[in-house]
């Protein structure tokens, strides 16, 4: 009996020591290294900023939205999203330098980013800011942009612009035909096909395709709640947003033209008023 009563209290004492060590393991497991939770709470606290940086974006608060992504990114300096938008921030700041810098330090980690390439080019082509404008970095920007992707048509309706301002109208002509090979409902592109044929005297054909930019134009629709670039919150829009065509304010309501013979020339001369004018500063 006393050597059964051993071999029991062996036993017992045996399974505690096993369920004593398993249990000694299974707390191990419940408790992180001390770099893991650290590098957890780092990936808690980016998101938690870029999703203010977000929203603050969407509601049009400018300022506090770049202060959240300049936070996004002292956590995390390789977020391109973080820094693509806070170049839109600063560019709604008017900080154009800044935002400059935003897309090129993006470029330069990653020259594939045509976003980013488009954007430079649209600040380069911007001559209502001095201190950015260089139409041959935009030409540069847009090239680079339309061999990065070649689907969309707007680094080509830009190059047209760009040869519009340097005297080169059988370039222009070329790109906005190409537009339109892509999109045949351009009206911006029928629009400055009609200016050019208007230029040298062709009524005939600057009629067809001011007739086709007239047909195919529709009423813009403003995103509720949201202001662009410029804008004031009575409404009234003091600085061209950098997404808008140079030529917007001659083809923007269209759809509302009676005579299409007499407003043709009327809005194709004062455009070339202002064509004139911006070259004067090239």
Same mark, same amino acid.
């Given at each position: 009996?006393?050597?059964?009563?051993?071999?029991?209290?062996?036993?017992?004492?045996?399974?505690?020591? @096993?369920?004593?060590?398993?249990?000694?393991?299974?707390?191990?497991?419940?408790?992180?290294?001390?770099?893991?939770? /650290?590098?957890? !709470?780092?990936?808690?606290?980016?998101?938690?900023?870029?999703?203010?940086? !977000?929203?603050?974006?969407?509601?049009?608060?400018?300022?506090?939205? /770049? !202060?959240?992504?300049?936070?996004?990114? %002292?956590?995390?300096?390789?977020?391109? =999203?973080?820094?693509?938008?806070?170049?839109?921030?600063?560019?709604?700041?008017?900080? +154009?330098?800044?935002?400059? !810098?935003?897309?090129? =330090?993006?470029?330069?980690?990653?020259?594939?980013?045509?976003?980013?390439?488009?954007?430079?080019?649209?600040? +380069?082509?911007?001559?209502?800011?001095?201190?950015?404008?260089?139409?041959?970095?935009?030409?540069?920007?847009?090239?680079? %942009?339309?061999?990065?992707?070649?689907?969309? %048509?707007?680094?080509?309706?830009?190059?047209?612009?760009?040869?519009?301002?340097?005297?080169?109208?059988?370039?222009?002509?070329?790109?906005?035909?190409?537009?339109?090979?892509?999109?045949?409902?351009?009206?911006?592109?029928?629009?400055?096909?009609?200016?050019?044929?208007?230029?040298?005297?062709?009524? =005939?054909?600057?009629?067809?395709?001011?007739?086709?930019?007239?047909?195919?134009?529709?009423?813009?629709?403003?995103?509720?709640? %949201?202001?662009?670039?410029?804008?004031?919150?009575?409404?009234?829009? +003091?600085?061209?947003?950098?997404?808008?065509? @140079?030529?917007?304010?001659?083809?923007?309501?269209?759809?509302?033209?009676?005579?299409?013979?007499?407003?043709?020339?009327?809005?194709?001369?004062?455009?070339?008023?202002?064509?004139?004018?911006?070259?004067?500063?090239?």
């Amino acid at each position: 009996m006393n050597f059964i009563k051993h071999i029991i209290l062996f036993l017992f004492i045996v399974s505690g020591i @096993l369920n004593s060590c398993s249990t000694d393991k299974s707390e191990e497991k419940e408790v992180p290294p001390p770099e893991i939770s /650290a590098e957890k !709470q780092k990936i808690s606290a980016f998101w938690e900023a870029y999703r203010k940086a !977000q929203k603050y974006r969407i509601d049009g608060q400018w300022k506090e939205a /770049a !202060q959240y992504y300049e936070q996004s990114l %002292t956590i995390n300096n390789e977020h391109e =999203d973080s820094r693509f938008n806070l170049g839109n921030m600063y560019l709604e700041l008017e900080q +154009y330098k800044k935002a400059e !810098q935003c897309w090129l =330090d993006i470029v330069e980690v990653n020259p594939g980013s045509a976003r980013s390439h488009m954007q430079l080019g649209r600040l +380069y082509l911007s001559y209502e800011r001095p201190e950015t404008f260089d139409i041959e970095k935009a030409r540069d920007e847009f090239l680079k %942009t339309r061999e990065l992707n070649r689907v969309i %048509t707007g680094p080509s309706m830009l190059l047209g612009h760009v040869a519009l301002l340097k005297g080169e109208d059988n370039a222009a002509k070329d790109y906005f035909q190409s537009v339109i090979g892509s999109d045949i409902k351009s009206v911006e592109a029928y629009f400055l096909l009609g200016y050019l044929d208007w230029k040298i005297g062709n009524m =005939d054909k600057a009629g067809q395709m001011f007739d086709l930019a007239v047909k195919y134009s529709t009423p813009e629709k403003s995103i509720d709640g %949201t202001l662009s670039e410029g804008d004031t919150k009575d409404g009234i829009s +003091y600085l061209r947003p950098l997404n808008e065509s @140079l030529f917007h304010e001659y083809f923007k309501e269209l759809f509302e033209i009676k005579n299409k013979d007499h407003e043709m020339i009327d809005h194709y001369q004062h455009m070339d008023t202002k064509l004139k004018e911006i070259k004067k500063g090239i």
